[in-house]
């Protein structure tokens, strides 16, 4: 493994639509880069430019309906306004799921986190999130902490833009098997 590209040979799907969290998509995105993953972003629909809460554009690589997920090692789920409607997607749900499934990296940061909670992946998972979601994590079965990141297993979820750096951490320790 590549010290300084330990995510070489790594395809990471990250979803974009409107009004998503500006921080929360761009931040984990370029760093995936940088540790030298390929990441895709996939949103409603493929060469579509969205607009970030705070106006910062991202273009999708593929729309959400053609996302095999088996090409990817895991999935993130950005916060912002975006996962109240993505968590209505049949296939952002099946998407989610299928990486549950096989034990691959679920992450969510902040309201991100809807869209595994309508998947029905959190059942036992410790998590956090934004403290606007926490009930709606408990409800779907998830054990609640509050701290700037949670990783079970597969599972890595933080609570706001600030918690980016930790987060980011926990993603490659995933990604790389360094976490337990």
């Not at 997920?69 to 993505?86: A, E, R």
């Not at 209505?88 to 309201?111: G, S, Y």
């Not at 990783?151 to 360094?178: E, M, N, Y």
Request: hydrophobic content about 40%.
């Amino acid at each position: 493994m590549n010290a300084s590209k330990p995510l070489t040979g790594k395809r990471i799907v990250i979803f974009v639509g409107d009004i998503y969290e500006d921080l929360e998509l761009w931040y984990p995105h370029l760093r995936l880069i940088e540790a030298g993953a390929q990441s895709v972003l996939a949103g409603p629909e493929a060469g579509v430019t969205y607009a970030g809460k705070h106006g910062y554009p991202a273009k999708s690589d593929i729309s959400i309906a053609d996302v095999d997920p088996s090409q990817f090692d895991g999935v993130i789920c950005p916060g912002g306004f975006m996962p109240d409607k993505l968590r209505r997607d049949d296939k952002v749900k099946e998407i989610i799921r299928h990486f549950d499934q096989q034990q691959q990296l679920i992450a969510a940061v902040c309201h991100g986190g809807w869209m595994p909670i309508s998947a029905g992946v959190y059942q036992g998972v410790r998590t956090t999130g934004s403290p606007g979601i926490k009930d709606d994590l408990i409800n779907a079965g998830a054990i609640w902490e509050d701290a700037s990141v949670v990783i079970d297993r597969h599972h890595v979820t933080s609570r706001k833009p600030d918690d980016l750096p930790d987060f980011c951490v926990g993603i490659l320790q995933v990604l790389t098997g360094a976490a337990q």
